[in-house]
């Protein structure tokens, strides 16, 4: 028997099914030198459409391979897949258990199911209460009018790459659980897109798609106790206009990841009272209106995430959100720069101007942090460029606090304790131990004039009044000279330190003033 291209009636595609199924299972008997009855179920595909195609190839095709081209069979009957099932009941060899669950009869079909390459012209059709123990393939076909998926379970796989719902009507999938892999890349509709109640143990791949006027996700694995691995797939989709929708709301459980990479978004993104634990925007562009109320966000993936939070939140002049992720920006930036290989001279450069921002002033938040980091970064290279024998006691302050807190592998914690036990130990107590500071006051004046923003007095070379930067007591010279230079070098890099620490002091105390 041919394999009908058109079926008119139910009565056609079942006579099919029955013989192709047939004619497989003394095939693989065959093949095996096995009894026919020996055949399992799981080895058989209920072949909807072109049986010519081998199921695992749809798998193939959907992985990047070629796409072979096949003869279409067109469904022209109301098609319920419910009432195609139970004829296989009336054969022997063919057992569907009716399952029942919370008082709700699932059909169990044991086949694989081949439903690609088909194009579907009735006015009814449903896919309904049904568990599918293996792999369910609509690869490449189209549905003219309205179709309904509703309380399904595909529990090894089910595929809809390339799918066409090329009808006026919204296409819903409702209560239905994906338990593996599950794919609608590329798929094409023209209405509202609404997935609700849905659970999915694997990646739920919703990549490529474009919307024309909505995609919705509502009550996405509701089911917590089935341990679902909540990962949504949203890259690269693309919006049709600026009024397509995407819309994520109302999941009362935590969703473990969801990714929206390359987008160009144009639309609208409505995430409504949801919790992501990951979330990933890397080279996104939201250039139409993104929204979030209600909205938890434990991890952001990457630097750009944490920008196009930011902006979002300075759209909405919501400025104290805003800094958190700009500070949530910075540290993530940062970390990506550590942990690039192959860094260039540039790369070591911002590495070293985050960490200073954020010892200073916590990347521009905190002005108290940044106007005490100010005076103490001051006196620190003011005491040392002032008697470079205390030199020795700064390091021996920051290796013991290292030493100390070693647990802590923030070493801006180190350099900021130790600096304070340095200024501790050589200012207050300084004078008793080293040379140069008997006249306590006369330190305390060089030590304004060296915080003094416009004065450079002190490292001006005059006969008449010698600096303490030209004060030396040996009489080696080149012990003067290298004494000379180092002072010299710490007198300016002071100098640097207090207009830094200036700056940082005003743009964190001036935050909530920031404008994108």
């Known amino acids: 028997m041919e394999q009908p291209k058109v079926y008119n009636t139910e009565e056609d595609l079942i006579k099919w099914l029955k013989y192709d199924l047939k004619e497989q299972r003394k095939e693989i008997a065959k093949s095996k030198n096995i009894d026919i009855k020996e055949v399992k179920y799981k080895e058989l595909v209920l072949n909807f459409g072109n049986n010519k195609i081998p199921i695992k190839e749809n798998e193939k095709l959907l992985q990047g391979g070629n796409i072979t081209k096949y003869i279409n069979c067109f469904i022209r009957f109301d098609l319920i897949l419910e009432n195609i099932l139970k004829h296989f009941n009336i054969e022997e060899q063919y057992i569907i258990i009716i399952e029942e669950e919370n008082n709700f009869q699932y059909l169990i079909c ?6 690609s390459h088909c194009i579907f012209e009735a006015t009814i059709i449903r896919f309904y209460g049904t568990i599918f123990e293996e792999i369910v393939s609509f690869v490449n076909t189209t ?23 090329d009808c006026g009507k919204n296409i819903v999938f409702n209560d239905v659980i994906f338990k593996n892999k599950v794919d609608f890349s590329d798929l094409h509709w023209k209405n509202k897109l609404l997935f609700y109640n849905i659970n999915s143990n694997l990646e739920f791949n919703l990549s490529k798609l474009n919307i024309i006027d909505a995609l919705e996700i509502i009550e996405f694995n509701k089911n917590k106790e089935d341990n679902f691995a909540s990962i949504i797939n949203l890259d690269n989709i693309s919006f049709e206009n600026s009024k397509s929708l995407l819309s994520i709301k109302d999941v009362t459980n935590t969703i473990e990841s969801v990714s929206l990479k390359g987008i160009y978004m144009n ?3 409505n995430f409504y009272n949801i919790k992501i634990k990951n979330i990933n925007l890397q080279g996104t562009n939201i250039i139409g209106d993104f929204s979030d109320i209600n909205c938890e966000y434990d991890n952001l993936s990457n630097w750009q995430t944490a920008r196009i939070f930011k902006h979002e939140e300075y759209k909405k002049s919501n400025t104290i959100k805003a800094l958190e992720y700009h500070a949530e920006e910075i540290k993530l930036y940062k970390e990506e720069l550590i942990n690039k290989p192959n860094k260039t001279l540039k790369d070591f450069g911002d590495i070293f101007s985050i960490y ?3 010892l200073y002033s916590d990347n521009g938040l905190n002005w108290v942090k940044s106007f005490l980091c100010t005076i103490l970064f001051s006196i620190l290279f003011f005491t040392m460029s002032y008697n470079i024998s205390c030199i020795p006691i700064f390091t021996i302050a920051f290796i013991s606090i290292l030493y100390v807190l070693l647990y802590n592998k923030n070493i801006l914690n180190h350099i900021f304790v130790s600096a304070i036990i340095y ?3 050589s200012i207050v107590f300084s ?5 140069g500071y008997n006249n306590i006051d006369y330190v ?8 003094a923003p416009t004065n450079f007095s002190q490292i001006l070379y005059d006969k008449e009044y010698l600096s303490y930067i030209y004060d030396c007591k040996s009489n080696i010279k080149i012990i003067c000279f290298i004494e000379i230079v180092f002072k010299g070098i710490l007198y300016f890099l002071g100098k640097i330190a207090f207009w830094y620490g200036s700056v940082q002091t005003v743009q964190a105390f001036r935050k909530f003033s920031k404008k994108e």
Do not use: Q, T, W
């Not at 044991?110 to 439903?115: A, D, L, Q, R």
């Not at 004078?431 to 040379?435: T, V």
């Open 143 to 165: 549905f003219y009018n309205e179709v309904d998926f509703f309380a399904l379970k595909f529990i090894k796989g089910v595929y809809f790459d390339r799918v066409n719902f």
């Open 423 to 425: 200024i501790i130990v």
């Open 110 to 115: 044991p086949f694989k199911v081949n439903i």
């Open 267 to 269: 639309g609208r993104i």
């Open 444 to 451: 305390i004046k060089e030590l304004f004039s060296f915080i």
């Open 356 to 358: 200073l921002s954020s």
């Open 431 to 435: 004078f008793i131990y080293f040379e």
